[in-house]
């Protein structure tokens, strides 16, 4: 018997590829969905393990459950008979069902179907968003949408009110201090510069470590629980890198955390004076969070990713002086590990002498993107704009 759901209904398909980047994008846009756009929603995951470390509460073992108004489903093969529902949306070009996409064909009128394209800041992307593509076989057609930085895209995920919400964590040193101590932490002192480390294996992690161990004022580094923290197994700091663990190296504090659900993650950021982030959901977050980041990017066959952070770069620093903009660019680069130089401690100096600049920069980043429209929203523009 095929799935009863609303005629309504968007699916949104999802395989979990590089550990929670994939699924994090899904789960936040499939909650925005649901809560501000009203649309019964249905989220299909093939690793609901993976996805049960970000949304506690989520019972791995069942095919189907419902949590925070979402409709989840374990995505497996074979995959069942299913009634589509008016949007399909095929998250960063995942390959959906065959006996999914013959009903999608019967259906009448057919859904919406949209392939959320990864996110970059390259001028072609303006171009591409929205050109539709027909199934060779099928009357069907597929829709290109890309979330993006600038006029033309589909903007980025950006919940209602969160601006409002993180400025006002960030102007409450009460609220701050109690988020802290949930974390085990103390408050941040005054001279202190307290930061998070998300990022893929980087042989550059070890290094800048020595260096803030150097620094002539206390840091505090917050490392979550994964790829970063499991870099520093091999580190000379004397612990294990698991949560709850902490040591003292010169003047640094080191910190491994527990795996935070997003809405904590998202704190997190608020509340650090800078963060490393990595992939395409915690860097958009960051950049929410109005405060100093630096980019671990994906890394990719003959280096094409170099072009996308040079492309984010540039419309980045267009609005900063010269000497910040490449402050911002030259540690980028030695983080990412372009260039031959590999002089990651002069580059974090620069880097560090530009903070207050970088700091002031945050919100008017922040609101620039903001002006462009939410995803959640303009995809909803444009799909009513198709059906």
Not at 51 to 70: C, I, K, N
Not at 135 to 149: S, V
Not at 278 to 290: K, L, T
Not at 337 to 346: L, Q, Y
Request: proline share 7%.
């Amino acid at each position: 018997m095929r799935d009863q759901i609303p005629a309504a209904t968007w699916d949104i398909f999802c395989t979990v590829v590089d550990n929670y980047g994939d699924i994090g994008v899904c789960w936040r846009l499939a909650r925005q969905l649901a809560h501000e756009r009203k649309h019964p929603v249905r989220l299909w995951v093939d690793d609901l393990m993976s996805f049960a470390r970000l949304l506690p509460g989520l019972d791995a073992r069942r095919e189907s459950q419902t949590l925070r108004g979402v409709d989840i489903r374990h995505w497996r093969t074979p995959f069942p008979g299913t009634e589509p529902g008016k949007v399909v949306i095929e998250a960063f070009a995942c390959e959906l069902p065959e006996n999914f996409i013959r009903a999608m064909a019967r259906r009448d009128p057919a859904p919406a179907w949209l392939n959320l394209e990864y996110l970059s800041a390259e001028a072609w992307v303006a171009g591409c968003h929205g050109l539709p593509s027909p199934h060779p076989r099928l009357p069907l057609l597929k829709y290109f949408f890309f979330p993006g930085f600038s006029a033309g895209t589909g903007g980025l995920l950006l919940e209602s009110g969160l601006l409002e919400q993180r400025a006002a964590f960030q102007a409450d040193p009460a609220a701050t201090a109690a988020f802290w101590s949930r974390l085990g932490l103390p408050p941040r002192g005054d001279a202190e510069l307290r930061l998070s480390l998300f990022s893929y294996a980087n042989v550059a992690t070890l290094d800048l470590l020595e260096t803030w161990g150097s620094a002539t004022y206390p840091i505090t580094c917050l490392v979550p629980e994964g790829t970063a923290a499991a870099t520093l197994a091999g580190a000379e700091f004397g612990f294990e890198p698991q949560a709850g663990r902490h040591c003292r190296h010169g003047n640094l504090a080191l910190h491994i955390l527990p795996f935070l659900e997003q809405d904590d993650y998202d704190r997190l950021l608020w509340a650090c004076d800078l963060n490393f982030v990595r992939g395409e959901d915690s860097f958009v977050r960051a950049q929410w969070a109005a405060r100093p980041f630096v980019w671990h990017i994906y890394p990719q066959r003959e280096d094409v990713h170099h072009e996308k952070l040079n492309a984010f770069l540039d419309l980045y620093g267009a609005a900063l002086a010269p000497e910040a903009a490449e402050a911002v660019r030259r540690l980028w680069h030695g983080w990412n590990g372009i260039g031959t130089s590999g002089d990651i401690v002069g580059a974090w100096n620069d880097f560090a002498i530009q903070l207050p600049t970088l700091n002031a920069h945050g919100p008017d980043w922040a609101g620039q993107l903001a002006k462009r429209g939410d995803l959640a929203g303009n995809l909803e523009l444009f799909v009513n704009s198709r059906l």
